[in-house]
């Protein structure tokens, strides 16, 4: 199959063109620079010049494929607010015109397991909870945002789902592994509430995996949420267990989850040139419990989560 990807140079998208062409797939990525052409190549995909926003570049770029996944996404948790909503809601919609137009039968959607995410912790969500009232921080709300999008496009000859990863790591991870290590070597990292609450997660490859079962099996219209499956652990097991691969220890500083909010609160409304070392949009997502089921995919898609937290660590510290 000809499959289409955006966000390909991205932590997802690398690993899924990877995954796809090993399984025998031609992959077109699209790029904007010569840097993510360059990792597209290497990662074994043609790449296709242009931005989300260009949709006769896209739909040339979709000609002839059987499915797109959508991965590119911009996520920040203080600031770049109206670059999330150009990006995460107003490309998703060009990505669903596009497609649309050339007639693509099968849109899958990187989600997040955060567009169920109100502010508090997410306690054994599954997919029949609804989206919150008010779903918290720009990233969150801009992703449900463009979920909403995606599922709503189904029509006779377009299939959309999306698939709700939530904390996702592994190798190559350039964002949430580096930004907590460079916190614990500047004295800035602490825990809430000692970290002991349980914490879901999902292997890049197991992302990856059920994106790509999710283009043979999802049911339109449907989301999924994924996880790595292994037996529960604390956000403190996990997290000290995925530093000590990079030889950090993280400390053992702490605070309540309520004055760690008030003073998120009040750093934010204060005149950084620079992101506050801590925000709401990092309790929402990290400080605090995010435990979400995966039956379903397993289910409906026959996804497995391949990579268990155990050989997900093994690779990070050979790495």
Same mark, same amino acid.
């Given at each position: ?91 998703? &919609?060009?990505?669903? /015109? $596009?497609? =649309?137009? @050339? ?7 990187? #989600? %997040?397991? +955060? !567009? ?24 969150? &709300?801009?992703?449900? /945002? $463009?979920? =909403?999008? @995606?599922?709503?496009?189904?029509s006779t000859g377009f #299939? %959309?789902? +999306? !698939? ?141 989560g391949h990579v268990s ?11």
């Open positions: 199959m000809n499959v289409f990807v955006t966000g390909g140079s991205g932590f997802v998208g690398r690993n899924l063109i990877r995954m796809l062409v090993a399984g025998g797939d031609n992959v077109r990525a699209l790029v904007r620079s010569d840097r993510a052409e360059a990792v597209v190549r290497a990662a074994g995909a043609e790449p296709v010049s242009g931005d989300l926003a260009e949709i006769e570049v896209m739909r040339a770029g979709m000609r002839g494929c059987g499915a797109v996944v959508h991965s590119a996404a911009v996520m920040a948790f203080f600031g770049r607010c109206k670059e999330m909503e150009t990006v995460n809601i107003h490309g998703t &919609r060009c990505v669903i /015109e $596009a497609a =649309k137009a @050339v007639g693509i039968p099968r849109l899958v959607f990187i #989600s %997040a397991a +955060a !567009v169920v995410s109100d502010g508090h912790p997410v306690i054994q969500a599954d997919e029949s909870r609804p989206y919150p009232p008010r779903v918290f921080g720009t990233y969150c &709300r801009t992703k449900a /945002e $463009a979920e =909403k999008l @995606v599922l709503g496009a189904n #299939s %959309a789902v +999306a !698939v709700r990863p939530p904390c996702i790591w592994g190798v190559g991870d350039a964002t949430f592994l580096p930004t907590v290590v460079a916190a614990v070597k500047r004295r800035q990292f602490i825990w809430i509430d000692r970290g002991n609450y349980s914490y879901a997660t999902c292997h890049v490859r197991n992302v990856c995996e059920g994106a790509i079962l999710a283009i043979r099996h999802g049911r339109a219209g449907q989301a999924y949420f994924l996880t790595d499956g292994d037996p529960p652990v604390t956000f403190r097991q996990f997290l000290t267990g995925l530093l000590a691969t990079q030889g950090v220890k993280p400390g053992s500083v702490s605070l309540p989850r309520w004055l760690a909010w008030r003073m998120a609160a009040v750093l934010e409304g204060m005149p950084f040139s620079w992101a506050p070392p801590i925000t709401r949009a990092h309790l929402a997502l990290i400080g605090g419990e995010v435990t979400v089921g995966d039956s379903k995919a397993r289910r409906e898609l026959g996804y497995r937290r155990e050989k997900g660590l093994e690779e990070l510290a050979a790495g």
